[in-house]
């Protein structure tokens, strides 16, 4: 177990018989699954498995076409108000591939703003907040840069933060480090690891099998739109029971 609490009983996200199609294409066959409070899920698998679709019907950047998505005890995809559906989802920070941030604002606005916008937090409190956030992911010396003037690590970390700020109870991550050199995967990673010790619920879509070792609660590995194996991650990369599974980490050990 990783993280500083065990996780509770109580699920934070769950899938009941969620499917999504492309057209004829099946992105998303009968997932059943939940992400309990206080856990870590990593999600891995090939490359079009539905990783990312999966992750991204938690907060309706998917639809979905039959089933349910229910976070904290709300259906996500039931009829919702703009309003209604904004509120959701400023309760979950989501960090993307790509960063995603505003050019045209410094490091301190970026995170700043939707404390400021969506939740009508005084400038004040949220400058405060924002600089405690930037401490966190080691970048208050950067809070008067401009993106532009950042590494890819660097802006991906403010990406963090800002997720932070609006104080989210679940962090979903898309593949958050497939952008960056090599050099930087590691300052991210670093991040996410200490949310992880601090008890955060967190859902993971990534390639680094090394973080999934070290910081999962249990493994999902998904292909052509399914999840064929839930396992803790010490018998997920010893044992793993699926043939499909075993020959992903054949695969990854050879290269």
Known sequence: ??????????PMIRFEGVNKFYGDLAALLDINAEVKKGEVVVVCGPSGSGKSTLIRTVNRLEEIHSGAVVFDGQNVHAKLGGSALNKLRSRIGFVFQSFNLFPHLSVLDNVMLSPIKVSGVGKTDARTRAMELLERVGLANKAQSFPAQLSGGQQQRVAIARALAMEPPAMLFDEPTSALDPEMVGEVLAVMRALARDGMTMMCVTHEMSF??????????MDAGRILEVAAPGDFFRTPTHPRAQRFLTDLHAR
């Open 212 to 221: 999934a070792r070290e910081v999962a609660d249990r493994v999902w590995f």
């Open 1 to 10: 177990m990783s993280n500083a609490a065990a996780p509770s009983a109580a």
